[in-house]
């Protein structure tokens, strides 16, 4: 087996529209692909993510909500790579969303912050080291 990378990450989202304008418009991931799939009465929307890899965005009737606390198996959460991680921060401020305060990583010496997509997701933005 060779694995070449990470391709995407999944997401199915309790307000579609809601959520896509998170992902498109305040995050700016550009759109790949959006379709409607009337057999399952769902939107699978494909988002660029910078340096490779896609996010798809789904929506589906009635789904269950993710648990949470205390920590649960699977997905902890979702990290982007940014290059200014204050001035990353500082924008998402100004779109209202509500921000951790930075951090720094005790192994790495990142700067690194914490929010949550619209349906609690934990998000981390990371501005790895040179």
């Known amino acids: 087996m060779h694995l070449t990378g990470l391709h995407h990450v999944a997401i199915i989202a309790a307000d579609y529209q809601r959520s896509r304008d998170f992902y498109h418009r305040i995050l700016g991931l550009p759109i ?6 009337a057999e399952r009465q769902s939107w699978k929307l494909d988002l660029a993510v910078p340096g490779g890899g896609q996010l798809e965005l789904f929506s589906f009737p009635a789904p269950p909500p993710r648990p949470t606390r205390p920590e649960a198996c699977g997905l902890r959460h979702l990290a982007f790579a940014c290059a200014d991680v204050a001035a990353c ?11 951790e ?18 349906d609690g997701l934990p998000l981390e933005f990371y501005q790895p080291r040179d």
Not at 32 to 37: G, Q
Not at 89 to 99: F, I, T, W
Not at 107 to 116: I, M, V, W, Y
């Open 89 to 99: 921060r500082q924008s998402l401020l100004a779109e209202g969303v509500a921000v």
């Open 32 to 37: 790949l692909a959006e379709h409607w799939r």
């Open 101 to 118: 305060d930075l951090r720094v990583d005790e192994f790495t010496g990142a700067r690194f912050f914490f929010c949550a997509d619209p």
